[in-house]
């Protein structure tokens, strides 16, 4: 599992609320991103980092930004959620060649 | 990045080998085929790849046609647990692309 967590693993929140999810990876990977995955669609990506502070978008990133502070730790920023931000999120690592390794997940729903 | 096409859904008998096709015409040289599948809505699992070279692994074989337009992942004895969606994926190598999933072809393994 190229030592990925994700947290929370499942939120709860309200329309219009911030949330920040988590994405932290224990072997030193410069390559980070973040997918979305929804019924009927294969994972997008919303943003992905190679290296600290180095971030790029990626096709469905209006109304998320991102962090990287520090190497081991890649984080989404809702700024302000929506309906259509429900989903469930996958953190992802670049290791050798182009090869990715995914995160467990987080499930969001938006009320 | 090549579009990948695959078939939406697939059964297969316990024990028997699982041929998962994969059409990828428009593949450019440098670019990989990668195969990933995620069970239930875990986060989606590396499998093997390839680029014109047959590669066997430990839990698949992945056969690329001479032209390499397309490609067949190969569980040689299908279990119950490799129930999945299963993605096929082409990348260029040494770019830290995201990967595009289309919607992948559901694999069930039949008691």
């Known amino acids: 599992d190229a030592g990925i967590t994700q947290s929370p693993r499942h939120k709860v929140t309200e329309t219009g609320t911030p949330v920040t999810l988590r994405c932290h990876q224990t072997?030193?990977?410069?390559?980070m991103y973040w997918y979305r995955q929804d019924p009927g669609h294969g994972l997008r990506l919303i943003h992905y980092?190679?290296?600290?502070?180095?971030?790029d978008k990626g096709e469905v990133s209006d109304g998320y930004s991102v962090s990287r502070s520090k190497t081991e730790d890649f984080l989404l920023t809702l700024e302000s959620a929506t309906s259509s931000q429900t989903s469930v999120y996958f953190c992802?690592?670049?290791?050798?060649?182009?090869?990715?390794?995914f995160g467990p997940g987080t499930r969001l729903l938006v009320l | 990045d090549a579009k990948t096409t695959q078939p939406p859904s697939m059964d297969c008998a316990e024990g028997r080998a699982a041929n998962l096709p994969c059409n990828h015409s428009?593949?450019?040289?440098?670019?990989?085929v990668y195969w990933y599948r995620q069970i239930h809505s875990q986060g989606p699992q590396y499998i093997i790849h390839?680029?014109?070279n047959n590669e066997t692994n430990e839990m698949a074989s992945l056969i690329i046609t001479e032209d390499r337009k397309s490609s067949t992942l190969i569980l040689p004895h299908a279990t119950l647990r490799d129930t999945a969606v299963y993605y096929c994926?082409?990348?260029?190598?040494?770019?830290?692309?995201?990967?595009?999933f289309g919607t992948g072809t559901s694999l069930t393994v039949i008691p």
């Open positions: 994926i082409a990348t260029p190598s040494n770019t830290g692309n995201q990967f595009y």
């Open positions: 428009t593949i450019s040289g440098n670019e990989y």
């Open positions: 992802a690592i670049k290791g050798q060649g182009e090869t990715q390794y």
């Open positions: 072997e030193n990977h410069r390559y």
């Open positions: 390839g680029l014109k």
């Open positions: 980092s190679y290296g600290v502070k180095d971030t």
